[in-house]
């Protein structure tokens, strides 16, 4: 794969006026498009800007059969033989919450999830347990990435009727043995739900071969617009899910008392859809493919490599995660010590132009129990380079020079240290400008004003 040439695919990533624009390494929360996907969009927009299964014109005809080929797509592209079991939702939120809402629990139904799930693996759960009576056994998984087959086995044996794990962890890349778990849960009679937004757009999934029942999709984390996502299930599971809307299009017909739904998976999607987006998702899909996963992971793992061999002596800066690169490729998660992870983000972004997240990406429980403020998350994809990892080492080497004890003197070295290890665990206000995002701006620009950040929250 030759970066450069995918980079030049990437809009965002083009120079403008010559300078090459911010470092991206925020992929694992929405990875960015190449120009197929806006081209598709647009094309469907201009061309034929119908909706698809309801009138007989020309338009609706080619949206129905473009939008039917993005279903099969997604179907080939993550293993499932049936397209059928390929259901079009707004995110993978939306396909976790179909199957929480949609399998008919019984008081005491056990769900295990583990102990550090993204949030929209988990408070489904929760409210099912407050509202229907489930019960939430909560699977721990060790800290250097390992998994505790042994914990696994306890805890199915208290009878469980779903597992609910991600496949790859959004905190810091590494990934469960989803074969042996799903494996293992088949034995004792669970179904298995894989939360696979961080997985599927680094590897080839194949889900039949699996035997996975449910698996959860974001398109908007694997090259498609923002909005778009999956759920590819199993046939016979899927058929057991009560739609979560219903509507125009999820139906055979309807009397005035009644109606009949039609078969999966047109039952599930409900009302006007995303066709401009399912058409862009499928797009990045066929890029994804013609570029290929070895060479995707070569590519992140580069990256990730030359990052976490920059700081591997380095004391102050703690990995969150397995050591090695090659368990976390896509990222690097990290703490400093004595600086608060927004303003280490903030600090970036100003100084560095580089784009990186902090807070407790969606799983607070995970940093709470540690007491822990949240860290800084580098995600990487396949456009990222070099001079990408360059930009992130010489700013985290910056603002390690900065803190106190370093050999540098002056205020900012003394107020970084003052943002230290001083959040509550909470999101902090309108972007949370620290001493060291303060003392690196002037480097670029004056400030700016932000928004509420978000940064924590999810
Ligand atoms: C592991 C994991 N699960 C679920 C989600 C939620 O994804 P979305 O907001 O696209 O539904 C994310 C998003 O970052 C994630 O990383």
């Given at each position: 794969m030759?970066?450069?040439?995918?980079?030049?695919d990437f809009p965002a990533l083009r120079p403008r006026d010559g300078i090459r624009p911010p470092t991206y390494l925020d992929s694992a929360c929405m990875s960015l498009v190449p120009s197929a996907?806006?081209?598709?969009?647009?094309?469907?927009?201009?061309?034929?800007?119908?909706?698809?299964?309801?009138?007989?014109?020309?338009?609706?005809?080619?949206?129905?059969?473009?939008?039917?080929?993005?279903?099969?797509?997604?179907?080939?592209?993550?293993?499932?033989?049936?397209?059928?079991?390929v259901v079009f939702l707004r995110n993978a939120t939306e396909a976790i919450n179909l199957v929480g809402q949609g399998l008919p629990w019984k008081s005491g139904d056990r769900v295990l999830v583990s102990d550090r799930e993204h949030n929209s693996n988990l408070i489904v759960w929760q409210r099912l347990a407050a509202e229907r009576g489930i019960r939430i056994e909560i699977l721990p998984l060790p800290d250097d990435g390992g998994f505790d087959a042994g914990a696994l086995e306890e805890r199915l044996a208290r009878g469980v009727r779903l597992v609910s794990?991600?496949?790859?962890?959004?905190?810091?890349?590494?990934?469960?043995?989803?074969?042996?778990?799903?494996?293992?849960?088949?034995?004792?009679?669970?179904?298995?739900?894989?939360?696979?937004?961080?997985?599927?757009?680094h590897e080839k999934v194949e889900l039949d071969r699996l035997g996975v029942d449910f698996y959860a999709v974001s398109a908007h984390k694997m090259l498609g617009p923002t909005g778009t996502g999956v759920l590819a299930a199993a046939t016979e599971?899927?058929?057991?899910?009560?739609?979560?809307?219903?509507?125009?299009?999820?139906?055979?017909?309807?009397?005035?008392?009644?109606?009949?739904?039609?078969?999966?998976?047109?039952?599930?999607e409900a009302g006007l859809q995303n066709y401009a987006g399912v058409i862009g998702a499928h797009a990045g899909l066929d890029y994804l493919a013609r570029i290929g996963f070895d060479a995707v992971q070569a590519q992140q793992y580069a990256v990730n490599a030359r990052v976490t061999s920059a700081f591997a002596d380095e004391p102050r800066v703690h990995l969150l995660g397995p050591a090695d690169p090659r368990a976390r490729s896509s990222v690097f998660a990290f703490t400093v010590d004595g600086v608060d992870p927004h303003d280490a983000a903030v600090f970036l972004d100003e100084g560095h132009e580089v784009l990186v997240r902090s807070g407790m990406h969606?799983?607070?429980?995970?940093?709470?129990?540690?007491?822990?403020?949240?860290?800084?998350?580098?995600?990487?994809?396949l456009y990222n380079d070099r001079t990408d990892a360059d930009r992130l080492i010489g700013g985290?080497?910056?603002?390690?020079?900065?803190?106190?004890?370093?050999?540098?003197?002056?205020?900012?070295?003394?107020?970084?240290?003052?943002?230290?290890?001083?959040?509550?665990?909470?999101?902090?206000?309108?972007?949370?400008?620290?001493?060291?995002?303060?003392s690196a701006r002037p480097r670029h620009r004056a400030g700016r004003g932000r928004g509420a950040s978000g940064a924590g929250s999810g």
């Open positions: 030759n970066v450069a040439q995918v980079r030049a996907v806006l081209e598709a969009m647009e094309q469907y927009y201009r061309e034929f800007p119908g909706c698809a299964g309801r009138s007989l014109h020309r338009y609706s005809e080619e949206v129905g059969r473009r939008y039917e080929s993005a279903r099969a797509a997604f179907a080939r592209f993550l293993g499932r033989s049936d397209p059928a079991g794990l991600f496949h790859t962890s959004n905190l810091d890349g590494h990934t469960l043995p989803i074969r042996e778990i799903t494996e293992r849960a088949h034995d004792r009679g669970a179904l298995v739900l894989f939360d696979g937004c961080q997985a599927a757009p599971p899927l058929g057991r899910l009560r739609p979560l809307l219903i509507g125009g299009e999820t139906v055979e017909w309807s009397t005035l008392e009644t109606h009949a739904l039609r078969p999966p998976p047109h039952r599930f969606c799983a607070h429980s995970y940093y709470s129990r540690r007491g822990l403020p949240g860290n800084v998350r580098a995600s990487f994809y985290l080497r910056e603002l390690l020079e900065k803190l106190p004890g370093a050999g540098v003197s002056g205020t900012s070295a003394r107020t970084v240290a003052s943002t230290s290890r001083s959040g509550s665990g909470r999101p902090r206000a309108s972007g949370s400008r620290g001493a060291a995002a303060r």
